[in-house]
């Protein structure tokens, strides 16, 4: 049986996704997350964290730990790639979804999502680079990281960043941790932050805010 949705909040929905389409947010600030590929050790603290948080079943995961892995010995190289949403400047994902469930917020550039207007139809998912929507076969509906909006807004950081044991995984503003300037645990002497890694789409496609310290077998 559909789901009912209220013909208000909807038709409000709509109204602000045409609005961001059209004239995407330019946020106060843009927060974004920084991870560490080489130093991470993979214990997955911060998915479970994660899924702990949501409440998540079986399947989907907001935070994804990525093993790579590669060469042939002696040369042989292993590291790890660590992603959730990355609340991308331009996102895809906004102007796919057909109820207006996902928005971009103005003061943090969180791209947020009302899964309650969320109607199953998956097209976020599929616009989406990175994986970032998730499919809940509980609840069928699609849902997805929105930084612990909830933790921003108590002045404190996500789950996740805050289960990571080894401190290689933080956020702050994406020029910032971009530059190399934010005073972070994730980043150290010497090294700079890059926006892309092996394997990962394009940024410039939807120009997301997350910056890596690249494994030298990692670096594009």
């Given at each position: 049986m559909?789901?009912k ?42 998915e ?12 989907p995961?907001?935070?994804r ?16 790639v ?20 996902i ?6 550039g ?7 207007l ?9 616009a989406?680079?990175?994986?970032a ?8 509906i ?42 972070t ?12 890694v ?5 940024p ?15 670096k594009?």
């Open positions: 559909a789901k949705l209220d013909k208000a909040e909807v038709k409000k929905a709509l109204e602000r996704k045409v609005a961001q389409t059209t004239r995407p947010v330019q946020p106060k600030a843009q927060l974004g997350f920084i991870h560490h590929n080489v130093d991470c050790i993979g214990c997955r603290a911060c479970i964290a994660c899924k702990d948080k949501n409440d998540l079943p079986a399947g995961r907001f935070r730990v990525m093993y790579v892995e590669g060469g042939s010995f002696p040369d042989v190289y292993a590291y790890k660590n992603m959730s949403c990355n609340h991308c400047a331009e996102p895809a994902c906004l102007p796919a979804c057909p109820s207006g469930a928005w971009k917020r103005a003061d943090n969180v791209v947020d999502i009302d899964s309650t969320c109607i199953g139809c998956r097209r976020c998912e599929a989406c680079p990175y994986g929507p998730q499919w809940d076969p509980k609840e069928q699609v849902k997805k990281c929105n930084m612990c909006i909830d933790e921003l807004q108590a002045g404190r950081k996500p789950y996740c960043v805050m289960a990571c044991m080894m401190r290689v995984l933080d956020i702050g503003p994406i020029e910032a941790l971009a530059a190399g300037t934010w005073k645990t994730a980043l150290g002497p010497g090294e700079m932050p890059v926006r892309q092996k394997n990962m789409a394009n410039e496609l939807t120009r997301p805010s997350i910056v890596f310290i690249p494994h030298s077998k990692g594009v």
